[in-house]
């Protein structure tokens, strides 16, 4: 079993969507989690980050942390066509320690 | 692509010649790691370095090595590039602050190919 499981998709919603992009994972002593973005042939780019349980908001965007069930979501408001990416979640320690990361999640948002 | 930069972009070499990549960043951080990034693995760990020649090993490390004679600068060397190492390999930096912990920043990624 992989530390961090992660649906690889592919995900096609229609332009305005909800989308829910979610991942599990086996070590209950993670403390940070972290959803990054990637663009075709890009570098994964950092959306945001959660210290353990909780909601944290930016923009369109929602991370939610449930510790209890080792699950953690993304939730992205009104979908736009340029939201269409692969979406990592990660996960680490904290400090200098190793980041695990999900397989990403291939998101196509149609206009 | 917070001041990271790789090179070459893109490179294609013949089994069993070394090869060597490079990671240049501008932003003084002290953490810099090499991740390679394959289908149905997603990013995993090569190398990391938490100071000036102070390196150690991921969990993907063999056939790789590293140098880090400067702060800005990383180097990820295949001794002798097989097949397997067919990947896209990225550098990331970072600098732990905020109760020691700081997310990774990538830059844009080196695709190699070897033949």
């Known amino acids: 079993q992989k530390e961090v499981e992660q649906d690889p998709g592919p995900l096609s919603v229609p332009e305005g969507a909800i989308v829910s992009l979610n991942c599990t994972y086996s070590n209950s002593a993670f403390q940070y989690f972290m959803w990054y973005r990637q663009y075709s042939r890009k570098g994964p780019e950092l959306l945001m980050y959660t210290y353990s349980s909780g909601n944290k908001e930016d923009g369109r965007f929602t991370a939610q942390v449930d510790k209890s069930s080792k699950y953690i979501s993304l939730f992205i408001r009104d979908s736009q066509p340029s939201d269409s990416a692969t979406y990592l979640c990660a996960m680490s320690f904290g400090g200098y320690q190793k980041v695990t990361f999900g397989i990403g999640t291939k998101l196509q948002v149609i206009p | ?115």
């Not at chain 2, 070394?18 to 990034?37: D, F, G, S």
């Not at chain 2, 090569?46 to 390196?55: E, L």
């Not at chain 2, 056939?63 to 990820?76: C, H, Q």
């Open chain 2, 1 to 115: 692509d917070a001041g990271i930069t790789q090179s070459p972009r893109h490179k294609v070499t013949e089994t069993g010649t070394p090869v060597t990549l490079r990671c240049h960043q501008t932003e003084n951080h002290r953490y810099m790691y090499w991740y390679r990034q394959d289908p149905g693995h997603g990013l995993r760990l090569i190398h990391y370095s938490y100071g000036v020649k102070d390196t150690d090993k991921g969990e993907v490390s063999d056939g790789y090595s590293v140098s880090r004679s400067k702060t800005e600068d990383f180097l990820l060397t295949l001794e002798s590039a097989t097949s397997s190492q067919t990947s896209v390999y990225f550098c990331a930096i970072s600098d732990p602050v905020d109760r020691g912990f700081s997310p990774l920043h990538f830059g844009n990624g080196t695709r190699l190919t070897v033949t």
